[in-house]
């Protein structure tokens, strides 16, 4: 079946430091790919995504590129702030027989931004 | 623009209890997933409702069970509680287009089993 593996937290940096989270993916077809954050006390955000191979999604700063070749879509910041702390997931969509799109999710990255 | 809203935020049930959990979706939305979330770990797809149909599910078992209604708003099931139920209940709303379409969240309901 489909997953998501993403490198395990917490990930620990100083504010205006260079962020990589990476985030690699098995999956049958050719899924759709997501970046979700959930602050504290809150529910998910679509932080970004990316539907095709080689699309880059980006927002607030954040980046990140669809790499079919590598299975990968490893999230990208160039200077972080103490607001980015927060946990980041990677996701998938692939459709099933039925056409239900349900999220796989990797176990989320724990960033800390200290200023 | 209202966004997914869920009912209730909290709520404290024994082992062998059912419960319903409540979902609004976005306006507009014709599509609601639900996802649990044990703690430290990313949310599992439970099922997904189109248009008040089931349109897919992932591995839990037949006890977790679900609704939706006209106004695209839902429900989920829980019967015969277990410990391990204990989680964060996330709903997502989307507008089903195709491959890709964005979920949009709400803020969960935590579920705690005792």
């Known amino acids: 079946g489909d997953s998501v593996t993403q490198m395990e937290g917490p990930v620990t940096l100083s504010e205006e430091a260079f962020l990589t989270i990476n985030c690699t993916y098995t999956?049958?077809?050719?899924?759709?790919l997501f970046w979700y954050v959930q602050y504290p006390g809150e529910g998910l955000q679509l932080l970004l995504k990316a539907t095709k191979a080689d699309d880059k999604g980006s927002n607030k700063g954040f980046e990140a590129t669809y790499r079919k070749e590598t299975t990968s879509f490893h999230l990208e910041k160039g200077s972080v702030q103490v607001s980015d702390s927060a946990v980041y997931f990677c996701?998938?969509?692939?459709?099933?027989?039925?056409?239900?799109?349900?999220?796989?999710f990797g176990k989320g990255t724990h960033l800390i931004i200290q200023p | 623009e209202t966004g997914v809203t869920q009912s209730p935020t909290h709520l404290i049930k024994t082992r062998g209890q059912q419960v319903t959990l409540r979902c609004s979706s976005q306006?507009?939305?014709?599509?609601v997933s639900w996802y649990q979330q044990a703690l430290g770990q990313g949310p599992q797809f439970i099922f997904q409702?189109?248009?008040?149909?089931?349109?897919g599910r992932g591995n839990f078992p037949p006890r977790f069970s679900g609704l939706q209604f006209p106004n695209y708003s839902s429900e989920l099931n829980v019967n015969a509680l277990e410990l391990d139920d204990s989680a964060l209940y996330l709903c997502?709303?989307?507008?089903?287009?195709?491959?890709?379409?964005?979920?949009?969240f709400g803020p969960g309901t935590r579920l705690t089993v005792l």
């Open positions: 306006s507009g939305h014709n599509t």
């Open positions: 999956a049958t077809g050719y899924p759709s």
């Open positions: 996701a998938l969509s692939e459709q099933s027989g039925g056409g239900a799109d349900g999220l796989t």
């Open positions: 409702y189109y248009r008040e149909e089931e349109n």
């Open positions: 997502a709303s989307s507008l089903k287009r195709g491959l890709g379409d964005t979920q949009y």
